[in-house]
C-alpha cells in the first residue's frame, strides 16, 4: 500500500498572489487493486499524480512507501518513440533484458506481430499499449494513469478498459486512475475518490461493490446505476462543479 498524506501544492503568480492547486489531498492505493480519483478538469488532478510519481515537488504533505517502491505515470499522451520500434520502446530502460519475459508482455497488451513495426503513425491505443507494456516490464509497484481515455474512439476505449481489468485480475497489477469520467472509474475501481476544484480538496470516497469481472452489460445494472447516481449527488453539492458522464 502506498500512503498520500496531507498533499498541498501552491505557487505564486507574476503578481504576487498565491494560487492552491491542491490542499490536504490524503488518500491510499492499496496493493493489487485499481483506486479512482474522479474530479473535474482543472482540479489538479494531473499534478497529484506528477507529486506521487516523483517528477513533481509538493508544497505540504508526504508520498509513504517503502523505498524500493517504483511508481510509473502514464500521462494522458503516451509516449513512444518513432525512431523506436514496438520491442524497442518496450525494452527502453531495462537494466536486464529477458526476450522471453518481453514476448510475453507484448503478447499480453495485444502486440503479438507488431515487434518490428514503428509507432510514429499510430493511434492513441497503440501507443498507450506500449506505454502500459513498457511499465509491466519494469514491475512497478503502481501504475499511475492521466485520463488515458480522452483522445480514443469507442471501440478503443472498450479494448483498452478490458486490458486495464486484465492485467489488474491477472498480473495483479496496482493501478491509480485520475478521470473526470465517472462511468470509467466505476467500470474499473475498486475504491474511488471524490474531490473537487478550486483548490482540488478531497470531498468523499466510496467502495465499489461490484463483481470483480466486469463487462460492458454492468453499466446498466441497477447497483452501476445507483452508484453513478450517488457520485453525481455528491458533486451536484458543490457549487460550479461539472463532471462528463461517458458511457463506455
Same mark, same amino acid.
Given at each position: 500500500?502506498?500512503?498520500?498524506?496531507?498533499?498541498?501544492?501552491?505557487?505564486?503568480?507574476?503578481? =504576487?498572489?498565491?494560487?492552491?492547486?491542491?490542499?490536504?489531498?490524503?488518500?491510499?492505493? @492499496?496493493?493489487?487493486?485499481?483506486?479512482?480519483?474522479? !474530479?473535474? &478538469?482543472?482540479?489538479?488532478? @494531473?499534478?497529484?499524480? $506528477?507529486?506521487?510519481?516523483?517528477?513533481?515537488? @509538493?508544497?505540504?504533505?508526504?508520498?509513504?512507501?517503502?523505498?524500493?517502491?517504483?511508481?510509473?505515470?502514464?500521462?494522458?499522451?503516451?509516449? @513512444? %518513440?518513432?525512431?523506436?520500434?514496438?520491442?524497442?520502446?518496450?525494452?527502453?530502460?531495462?537494466?536486464?533484458?529477458?526476450?522471453?519475459?518481453?514476448?510475453?508482455?507484448?503478447?499480453?497488451? =495485444? *502486440?503479438?506481430?507488431?515487434?518490428?513495426?514503428?509507432?510514429?503513425?499510430?493511434?492513441?491505443?497503440?501507443? %498507450?499499449?506500449? !506505454?502500459?507494456?513498457?511499465?509491466?516490464?519494469?514491475?512497478? !509497484?503502481?501504475?499511475?494513469?492521466?485520463?488515458?481515455?480522452?483522445?480514443?474512439?469507442?471501440?478503443?476505449?472498450?479494448?483498452?478498459?478490458?486490458?486495464?481489468?486484465?492485467?489488474?485480475?491477472?498480473?495483479?497489477?496496482? %493501478?491509480?486512475?485520475?478521470?473526470?469520467?465517472?462511468?470509467?472509474?466505476?467500470?474499473? &475501481?475498486?475504491?474511488?475518490?471524490?474531490? $473537487?476544484?478550486?483548490? =482540488?480538496?478531497?470531498?468523499?470516497?466510496?467502495?465499489?461493490? *461490484?463483481?470483480?469481472?466486469?463487462?460492458?452489460?454492468?453499466?446498466?445494472?441497477?447497483? %452501476?446505476?445507483?452508484?453513478? &447516481?450517488?457520485?453525481?449527488?455528491?458533486?451536484?453539492?458543490?457549487?460550479?462543479?461539472?463532471?462528463?458522464?461517458? &458511457?463506455?
Amino acid at each position: 500500500m502506498i500512503e498520500v498524506k496531507n498533499i498541498s501544492k501552491d505557487y505564486q503568480d507574476v503578481n =504576487g498572489f498565491k494560487n492552491i492547486i491542491l490542499k490536504n489531498v490524503s488518500l491510499s492505493i @492499496s496493493s493489487e487493486k485499481i483506486t479512482s480519483v474522479i !474530479a473535474p &478538469s482543472g482540479s489538479g488532478k @494531473s499534478t497529484l499524480l $506528477k507529486i506521487i510519481s516523483g517528477l513533481e515537488h @509538493s508544497t505540504h504533505g508526504e508520498v509513504i512507501k517503502n523505498e524500493n517502491q517504483k511508481i510509473i505515470y502514464i500521462p494522458s499522451q503516451p509516449s @513512444s %518513440f518513432p525512431w523506436l520500434n514496438v520491442e524497442e520502446n518496450i525494452s527502453l530502460g531495462l537494466l536486464i533484458k529477458d526476450p522471453t519475459k518481453i514476448k510475453s508482455i507484448i503478447r499480453f497488451v =495485444g *502486440l503479438e506481430g507488431y515487434e518490428s513495426f514503428h509507432p510514429n503513425n499510430k493511434s492513441y491505443g497503440f501507443r %498507450f499499449r506500449i !506505454a502500459l507494456a513498457r511499465s509491466l516490464a519494469h514491475h512497478p !509497484a503502481v501504475i499511475l494513469l492521466d485520463e488515458p481515455f480522452n483522445q480514443m474512439d469507442l471501440k478503443t476505449k472498450k479494448e483498452i478498459l478490458l486490458l486495464i481489468q486484465e492485467a489488474q485480475n491477472t498480473l495483479k497489477t496496482t %493501478f491509480l486512475l485520475a478521470t473526470t469520467n465517472i462511468t470509467e472509474a466505476l467500470f474499473l &475501481s475498486d475504491k474511488i475518490y471524490l474531490m $473537487k476544484k478550486n483548490p =482540488g480538496e478531497i470531498i468523499s470516497d466510496l467502495l465499489v461493490e *461490484l463483481p470483480k469481472e466486469r463487462n460492458e452489460l454492468i453499466i446498466d445494472s441497477e447497483k %452501476f446505476i445507483q452508484l453513478r &447516481s450517488q457520485i453525481e449527488k455528491s458533486f451536484k453539492k458543490i457549487d460550479s462543479q461539472k463532471l462528463f458522464n461517458l &458511457s463506455i
